[in-house]
């Protein structure tokens, strides 16, 4: 469990988090998202002690990580995959690594067998591309068999097969009780990992809620398919749906609950063959949530010069 009361850290006269309080908690993936500079790198710096909060507290497992005797082995956490020393060996690294915080060589073994590094592990770090880089990041986070899991855009750099690789990871640390809390600015891969969301938008919380409630709060439209859609859609109609119709026996509905719907066709005696809620894709979701707080954007030229744009 993360517990981050009251965080607040100002760089000079930049407050980069703004008085977050938000509990991360085991047994599922919390994946944390926001746009460029919402914070969330400078709040998981906080988690592990790596920037001192000008106000308020982290807390990781019950203690500051700071008052744990062997934090790699309360905490483990990927926040720059080019933080091993680039003459070292992968395995000299974990082994440095490992004796320091007491952990055995056995382990070592085990986690560069576990992120897939055994072939490439007696090579330079600094000859690493991104990707092998980023699991050699994820190995030090999992060498203290950590029950917190801190990851900083862990899929960064990573081909298909390793993305899909480290969505098994998580979930299955997840799965396994541990804590898992994960940023990321892909949605598609945020959808199909994490179980629940912590958004930031210039360091405050936007939201704090399971990626069911995200997406099904988007949209509040329904599909419904009815034999009867004339009669049906006159009925919605009339008690103040806005109702456009996709097919001829398929209406979209906004303004009124499934629920609703089904109550409506139900008193006229009205066949439903399909009722259901369209949920938003989590990025539409997030876009709408955070169109406020994006500090970053770029502009689209009003006007292309084609004649330009061939020379
Ligand atoms: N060491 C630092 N010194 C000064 N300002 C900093 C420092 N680290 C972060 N900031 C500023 O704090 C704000 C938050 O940055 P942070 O890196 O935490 O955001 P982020 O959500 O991780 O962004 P991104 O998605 O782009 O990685 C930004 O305005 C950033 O410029």
Excluded: C
Excluded at 20 to 36: E, H, I, M
Excluded at 229 to 234: F, G, P, S, Y
Excluded at 242 to 268: F, K, S
């Amino acid at each position: 469990m993360i517990e981050i009361r009251n965080l607040t850290k100002v760089y000079g006269g930049t407050t980069a988090v703004d008085g977050l309080t938000v509990t991360v908690r085991p047994g599922r993936v919390t994946g944390f998202l926001g746009p460029n500079g919402a914070g969330k790198s400078t709040t998981m710096r906080a988690v592990v002690g790596l920037d001192r909060p000008t106000s308020g507290e982290v807390q990781v497992a019950g203690r500051r990580y700071a008052d744990h005797p062997a934090p790699l082995r309360e905490v483990g956490a990927l926040l720059d995959a080019n933080a091993a020393h680039p003459g070292r060996s992968a395995l000299a690294h974990l082994r440095a690594l490992a004796v320091t915080n007491g952990i055995g060589r056995a382990r070592v073994d085990e986690v560069v067998d576990m992120v897939g590094l055994r072939q490439v592990a007696d090579r330079r770090v600094g000859g690493f591309s991104l990707g092998m880089a980023q699991r050699l990041g994820i190995a030090a986070a999992l060498l203290g068999d950590p029950a917190v899991i801190l990851l900083d855009e862990p899929v960064n750099g990573l081909d298909p097969d390793g993305i899909r690789w480290i969505r098994g990871l998580l979930r299955g640390l997840a799965a396994e009780g541990r804590t898992v809390f994960v940023s990321s600015h892909l949605m598609s891969e945020m959808a199909l990992t994490a179980d629940h969301l912590v958004i930031l938008g210039r360091g405050r919380l936007i939201a704090d809620v399971s990626m069911e409630e995200m997406t099904a709060s988007a949209t509040g439209q329904v599909t419904v398919r009815s034999p009867q859609a004339d009669d049906l859609a006159r009925r919605l109609s009339a008690d103040g749906a806005a109702i456009t119709r996709p097919e001829p026996d398929v209406l979209a509905v906004t303004g009124r609950t499934n629920t609703q719907i089904a109550e409506t066709a139900l008193a006229a005696r009205i066949l439903l063959t399909e009722l259901v809620p369209v949920h938003a894709s989590l990025e539409d979701a997030y876009l709408a949530m955070t169109a406020h707080d994006t500090q970053y954007r770029a502009t689209t030229p009003a006007t292309t010069d084609p004649g330009r744009a061939a020379a």
